[in-house]
């Protein structure tokens, strides 16, 4: 019998919770031995629910208990969950975990205890919901050189560009809309400023390159200043905006960023639309590998997390292999970075457009007659900083445009 732990009975513990009650003989005969939930801890009574039976308040109760070999973390934030994280960790208790944030922040620490100690910690439900990512990048293409991961990685601004572009609602309305739907919190700081994508492509990055990648170090930018405008111009282009967390490792080093990208039709990533997300991964050998599903919800959360702690059950007392390596990664100047632009002005001609920037290619729409928005070639960043402070006032927006490598 293998006994496991939930900490955190929200949206993903419940989940995770429904799982093992729907799927428990289909679990078991996978697995190959009983697998049972003795405790959920939640601060909070749930009167009338089933979880009473294993409901426990205190934390101690779990990581003294010896018959506990596996705790699934979905409590969220960093602050109690990492505490109990890493206790569970030491005790010899291996960690599955939906937690991003955690994993962006503590993950280097809490993957050495794990290691020391002789278990696992792990968290496929950390980035993509319900898409196998991690698992593929782990086991899948082991054989392969990955050189780029990008991907719309938050399913929220994923539809609210969805909406802009397709019902011409402006930022704010559909800000409201989504709030209303559930897709958005009530501070939706961390998906609308590209908080959210900056750690899931810092963790995707980091077991696809073996070398550690800090969040804080990925220049970061969000989808408030997206105009209903910008949504015209890329729709004249053949084009739709979407939030991307990018990296590729080159010959000088790693390059990342989240930003809003222009994104051609012609790319897989176009058609990831609504709340969904869509993972590109190129290796080597294999080539181009599309992800897609979702990325958010309770279930498909619940059961990346679940999948994880069957790994775990299968591999216990022993550490899962992961390429997670904690030496820091080389990260290339943002400067450096080289990318193709959209930039929209007003009252530039294509004489001044061809000063300024490589190659440009003016677009216009009847909406805005007195605007001429371009698209370059290939630039450095350092380089189009320099040309757009050039242009002061005349400067409405600018957008990179994705281009995989």
């Keep these: 019998m293998i006994n496991i732990a939930i900490l955190g009975y929200g949206t993903v513990g419940s989940g995770v919770y429904e799982v093992f009650r729907t799927n428990k003989a289909l679990i078991e005969q996978r697995l190959g031995e009983p697998i049972h939930v003795k405790y959920v801890l939640d601060l909070r009574d749930f009167p009338g629910d089933p979880v009473e039976e294993v409901l426990v308040h205190d934390f101690d109760t779990i990581v003294n208990d010896p018959d506990i070999s596996i705790a699934a973390e979905v409590m969220g934030g960093t602050g109690a969950a990492y505490v109990f994280t890493k206790k569970a960790l030491e005790a010899g208790i291996s960690v599955c975990t939906s937690n991003k944030a955690l994993v962006a922040e503590h993950g280097r620490e809490l993957m050495q205890i794990a290691r020391d100690k002789g278990v696992s910690y792990l968290f496929e439900a950390s980035c993509g919901g319900g898409i196998p990512i991690i698992r593929a990048i782990n086991d899948s293409l082991i054989a392969d050189a990955i050189d780029e991961v990008a991907g719309i990685l938050n399913g929220t601004t994923n539809y609210m560009l969805f909406k802009m572009a397709e019902e011409g609602s402006d930022f704010d309305e559909v800000l409201k809309e989504a709030q209303a739907m559930g897709y958005a919190e009530a501070d939706p700081t961390a998906d609308v400023e590209g908080h959210d994508a900056c750690r899931k492509i810092a963790i995707l990055s980091t077991l696809a390159y073996g070398k550690?990648?800090?969040?804080?170090?990925?220049?970061t930018e969000g989808i408030t200043k997206i105009t209903t405008e910008d949504m015209k111009y890329a729709k004249a282009i053949r084009s739709r905006i979407k939030l991307l967390g990018l990296s590729r490792e080159t010959e000088e080093g790693t390059i990342a960023i989240v930003a809003p990208f222009m994104v051609n039709e012609s790319e897989s990533l176009y058609n990831v639309n609504d709340v969904f997300n869509g993972i590109y991964v190129h290796g080597n050998m294999l080539g181009d590998a599309m992800f897609y599903g979702s990325?958010?919800?309770?279930?498909?959360?619940?059961?990346?997390?679940?999948?994880?702690?069957?790994?775990?059950?299968?591999?216990?007392?022993?550490?899962?292999?992961?390429?997670?390596?904690?030496?820091?990664?080389?990260?290339?100047?943002p400067g450096e970075a080289e990318w193709n632009f959209y930039v929209r002005t007003k009252g530039v001609k294509i004489t001044e457009a061809e000063s300024l920037f490589a190659k440009p290619k003016g677009v216009q729409i009847p909406e805005c007659p007195e605007e001429m928005a371009y698209t370059t070639?290939?630039?450095?960043?350092?380089?189009?900083?320099?040309?757009?402070?050039?242009l002061g006032d005349k400067l409405i927006s600018s957008i990179r445009i994705f281009n995989r490598n």
């Design 212 to 219: 550690f990648i800090d969040y804080h170090d990925i220049p």
């Design 295 to 333: 990325g958010a919800g309770k279930l498909p959360t619940a059961s990346a997390v679940a999948s994880d702690i069957v790994d775990a059950a299968i591999h216990l007392h022993k550490t899962v292999r992961t390429n997670w390596n904690n030496e820091p990664a080389r990260m290339v100047e």
């Design 377 to 390: 070639g290939m630039m450095k960043q350092s380089e189009f900083d320099k040309a757009v402070e050039k």
